[in-house]
């Protein structure tokens, strides 16, 4: 609650009530606050984000998600897999809590052994599912992914930072910060970069609670929680071993296991909750083994030959280390032809190796198996590019960013492929993308300025030109910031320049 005090200094007093007035005014115009029922509790809660919303941030974030969270990789190919645990999730969804949401499944491309959920989809790494045993254990950590969206987890949060950036902004007007509208008006953006945040350990435990009463509604014996969580530790430590603990993994690795935590405490409050939970009459044996190790058998066969070859060759590669890089991936793709990322890899190797037509090749196999797989597309664009062929590097780039609109480098090459070709405003959006994901850039603000300056933005080309003096004032694209912001001055800040 805000309170405005009288006081000797009645420029306080008018800022608090200027506040309380914005404050007002966001109730009314900008930010629909109101108390909703949390759907798992019963209870209710202040919450800014409308289902609609959660729905429409899900869907924003999904993407930059797939391909950058968990080790990335987008999404593994293999419909048959997909059908048959899709209809696990689809089957726990009917039985949560917000059925009414629309819901997909994905498997992720990656060896990281992980799970994840956002309102809309949900998520689980080719890593994980190589190591559970059964469907049973299976489907209690989807139903803990769908709990976490059930119970509101990421809405809640959301709120929370929404909360704290209103009272930010509230609190800027009340010691009289000009540009306290920017952080009003800002809240929205809080989304996307909230979603997959680390949850509590309340939320954990209740997600965990979820998953176990999700999956006893449907004959799943809820045992196979604690089998679940046993093997969750076994794939995190095979995996740590697989990095061969060096410093810079083993930080990934140990966040990876802040984030969700497996202790015998944990196992012991599970084993707790499958006491007092009720169940349902099991369906078969209540794990279905025999089915999800013969659906899953070619993805763990698959998985093997990922982290035996093509997971070293990805850290060989980033070592520079080519030659050892080419010898696994070589391998990985003897093992395995059927593999889009295999082929992108070695692409990338031959192109650092300034091997132009072997990269084109791995690239274009990489893209046979998979029109759509997004690195192949990359190197294809950085090829074009690299040989001035911007039309082509354009066509390449566009299909990149629309997969993978987080990848800031397809998102500079296409920008610039842009800009090359003087098509100045197309220029404008992935540069905003690269400018943004790295300010201190010591080209992007004067490039962007000669964007803003070409469709006669003469403002966001003079701001933009200001943040190039910033960065590199005495580049070339300094030195024509420089004459701009000279002559531009009096007209955008002529208060500057009465000062004077």
């Known amino acids: 609650?805000?309170?405005?005090?009288?006081?000797?200094?009645?420029?306080?007093?008018?800022?608090?009530?200027?506040?309380?007035?914005?404050?007002?005014?966001?109730?009314?115009?900008?930010?629909?606050?109101?108390?909703?029922?949390?759907?798992?509790?019963?209870k209710d809660e202040i919450m800014l984000v409308s289902e609609d919303e959660e729905i429409k941030i899900g869907k924003s974030v999904y993407r930059d998600a797939l391909w950058s969270a968990e080790g990335g990789g987008g999404e593994y190919q293999d419909p048959q897999l997909k059908r048959y645990l899709?209809?696990?999730?689809?089957?726990?969804?009917?039985?949560?809590?917000?059925?009414?949401?629309?819901?997909?499944?994905?498997?992720?491309?990656?060896?990281?052994?992980?799970?994840?959920?956002?309102?809309?989809?949900?998520?689980?790494?080719?890593?994980?599912?190589?190591?559970?045993?059964?469907?049973?254990?299976?489907?209690?950590?989807?139903?803990?992914?769908?709990?976490?969206?059930?119970?509101?987890?990421?809405?809640?949060?959301?709120?929370?930072?929404?909360?704290?950036?209103?009272?930010?902004?509230?609190?800027?007007?009340?010691?009289?910060?000009?540009?306290?509208?920017?952080?009003?008006?800002?809240?929205?953006?809080?989304?996307?970069?909230?979603l997959l945040l680390k949850y509590s350990r309340d939320d954990e435990l209740e997600a965990d609670r979820l998953g176990v009463e999700y999956m006893s509604r449907l004959g799943y014996n809820p045992n196979n929680a604690v089998s679940a969580h046993r093997n969750l530790e076994k794939v995190y430590k095979e995996y740590a071993r697989s990095l061969g603990q060096e410093p810079a993994e083993r930080s990934f690795f140990e966040e990876m296991l802040s984030t969700h935590p497996r202790t015998s405490v944990r196992i012991d409050e599970i084993q707790q909750m499958i006491q007092s939970t009720p169940r349902a009459a099991l369906a078969g044996d209540?794990?279905?083994?025999?089915?999800?190790?013969?659906?899953?058998?070619?993805?763990?066969?698959?998985?093997?030959?990922?982290?035996?070859?093509?997971?070293?060759?990805?850290?060989?590669?980033e070592k520079n280390s080519l030659a050892e890089a080419n010898n696994y991936v070589s391998r990985a793709i003897a093992e395995d032809r059927y593999q889009p990322p295999f082929y992108a890899l070695a692409g990338y190797i031959y192109l650092r190796q300034n091997k132009g037509s072997d990269?084109?090749?791995?690239?274009?196999?990489?893209?046979?198996?998979?029109?759509?797989?997004?690195?192949?597309?990359?190197?294809?664009?950085?090829?074009?590019?690299?040989?001035?062929?911007?039309?082509?590097?354009i066509e390449h780039m566009k299909k990149a960013v629309q997969i993978f609109p987080g990848d800031v480098t397809a998102q500079r090459l296409l920008g610039m492929s842009y800009y090359r070709t003087s098509n100045w405003r197309a220029a404008i959006e992935p540069l905003r993308v690269v400018a943004d994901a790295n300010p201190k850039n010591k080209t992007i603000h004067g490039i962007l300025g000669q964007c803003y300056e070409n469709v006669n933005d003469k403002r966001a080309a003079y701001e933009q030109y200001k943040l190039q003096l910033q960065t590199a004032p005495d580049s070339d694209a300094g030195r024509l910031a420089a004459s701009r912001v000279q002559a531009w001055k009096p007209q955008f800040e002529p208060e500057t320049q009465k000062k004077k």
């Not at 200094?9 to 930010?31: D, E, K, N, S, Y």
């Not at 089957?91 to 809309?120: C, D, E, K, M, Y």
């Open 286 to 317: 209540g794990s279905n083994r025999a089915g999800y190790q013969s659906v899953t058998a070619n993805l763990r066969k698959t998985h093997r030959v990922y982290t035996e070859y093509y997971d070293k060759a990805v850290r060989a590669f």
């Open 86 to 194: 899709e209809g696990v999730v689809m089957r726990l969804h009917r039985v949560s809590h917000r059925p009414n949401l629309p819901l997909s499944f994905t498997v992720q491309n990656s060896s990281v052994p992980n799970a994840w959920a956002i309102p809309g989809h949900v998520v689980m790494t080719r890593g994980l599912i190589a190591g559970m045993e059964n469907e049973g254990e299976f489907a209690y950590i989807m139903g803990h992914e769908i709990g976490h969206v059930s119970a509101k987890h990421s809405a809640r949060h959301m709120t929370q930072n929404m909360l704290l950036g209103l009272a930010l902004g509230i609190a800027a007007v009340s010691i009289g910060d000009k540009d306290y509208g920017e952080a009003v008006l800002g809240l929205g953006a809080v989304g996307g970069q909230l």
């Open 359 to 393: 990269a084109e090749r791995y690239f274009r196999g990489a893209l046979s198996l998979q029109s759509n797989y997004q690195p192949a597309l990359r190197g294809l664009g950085m090829m074009s590019y690299g040989a001035k062929n911007y039309p082509a590097a």
């Open 1 to 42: 609650m805000i309170e405005a005090r009288w006081s000797p200094h009645g420029r306080l007093c008018v800022r608090w009530l200027t506040a309380l007035r914005l404050f007002l005014l966001i109730l009314l115009c900008g930010v629909a606050v109101s108390c909703a029922v949390n759907p798992v509790t019963g």
